[in-house]
């Protein structure tokens, strides 16, 4: 594994549990050491925040919740205190121009000549004079890391220098430790559909569930727990009743649950175990979204449907059951993909490089 010679500060609005494990992995490949600032979701989001880092230095802020929805702002209480007592040798923060307080640790970084590298989802082309705000929001930064390939592009396409530009895919898993599932050449009475997320809304488990009715001759094991689940218990008694409800898993307890299925299924937004999913040799198909599921599903070991749209979600599941031999080389793949190229650990060795490029 690569390693930063200096001492690192990360900021980050919030600390959600399954980034810990990236932390900390960033943190020990940082011979300074690593501090890192983060505040408080608001209670309506959902975030399952921790305060609990192993190896990293965690300095919890106070997050000022301003407006919401595409008004929303945040101001967080404490950046620069934080700063001035960590003095770090290089600030990687959320490239998030919501973040009231970011341009003022940028300043003062910049006052001590030390880089800030930011990090985001990207900037899809915006017209008129939004071009021009997003511009000098960018050239702020030292370099950038964007989740996915895509975003590097929109940050290229606004002008930033592209040997600036690193991707670390977005990953929340390690590089898997044992071997793939071996699963049969038929399946095993009715193929298994999966689904594993918290039960929302905006996750869509109605749209699979209706599939599936449509279908018919499939097993669906639904896990997770949420706001939802009464609603989607309710819906599948009266369309689909054969459908398996689990409630949450985590763990070791979802092991059993990724063997079993033939196939993963996140028809909504969001999508935190598609990737562990790949690690039990599954394909998947999953909901287009912000481009951070582009460079993890593709045609090799997934498909990628319109959100929302109930008929291409039926269509790909049709498709995706009626070839078991294909689907079990999709599934092969999917393993290759998070054992070689998308995992916690090729997230690391990305921001170390960015932040070695700022030293050359």
């Known amino acids: 594994m690569n390693r930063f010679a200096g001492r690192l500060a990360l900021q980050q609005r919030v600390l959600p549990v399954y980034r810990a494990p990236f932390f900390d992995m960033l943190a020990s490949a940082c011979d300074g050491g690593m501090s890192l600032f983060a505040g408080l979701p608001r209670a309506s989001e959902g975030i399952t925040s921790t305060e609990r880092l192993n190896v990293a230095n965690y300095r919890m802020g106070k997050n000022i919740h301003l407006f919401g929805g595409s008004f929303y702002l945040c101001y967080q209480q404490g950046l620069l205190d934080w700063l001035r007592e ?18 003022s640790a940028v300043k003062w970084m910049h006052q001590q000549n030390k880089p800030v590298i930011g990090w985001g989802l990207g900037f899809p082309s915006p017209k008129g004079r939004g071009v021009g705000v997003r511009e000098r929001f960018l050239g702020q930064f030292d370099a950038m890391i964007a989740y996915s390939q895509r975003g590097a592009d929109e940050y290229a396409d606004l002008g930033f220098p592209l040997d600036r530009i690193f991707v670390a895919h977005n990953s929340v898993s390690p590089s898997p430790t044992w071997q793939m599932p071996d699963r049969p050449r038929t399946f095993n009475e009715k193929p298994c559909i999966l689904f594993v997320g918290r039960l929302q809304f905006r996750k869509n488990v109605d749209l699979l569930l209706g599939a599936c009715a449509e279908i018919q001759n499939v097993r669906l094991v639904i896990v997770g727990d949420g706001p939802e689940r009464d609603a989607l218990e309710s819906l599948a008694a009266q369309i689909f009743p054969f459908a398996e409800f689990a409630g949450a898993k985590h763990g070791e307890e979802l092991k059993t649950y990724f063997e079993e299925a033939d196939l993963f299924v996140l028809p909504g937004t969001g999508g935190l175990a598609v990737q562990e999913a790949m690690c ?20 090799g070991n997934g498909w990628q449907v319109p959100p929302d749209d109930f008929d291409a979600l039926l269509d790909t599941l049709k498709n995706a059951l009626s070839d078991v031999a294909r689907l079990r080389r999709m599934g092969e793949e999917s393993f290759r993909i998070v054992r070689d190229e998308i995992n916690i650990e090729k997230m690391v060795d990305a921001f170390v490089s960015a932040l070695n490029s700022t030293r050359e």
Not at 91 to 101: D, F, G, Q, T
Not at 284 to 294: E, K, L, M, S, W
């Open 280 to 299: 039990y040799g599954l394909p998947v198909i999953v909901a287009q979204g912000d481009g951070t599921q582009d460079d993890l599903v593709r045609e």
């Open 86 to 103: 960590w003095n770090p040798d290089a600030l990687i923060v959320e490239a998030n121009p919501r973040y009231l307080s970011t341009s």
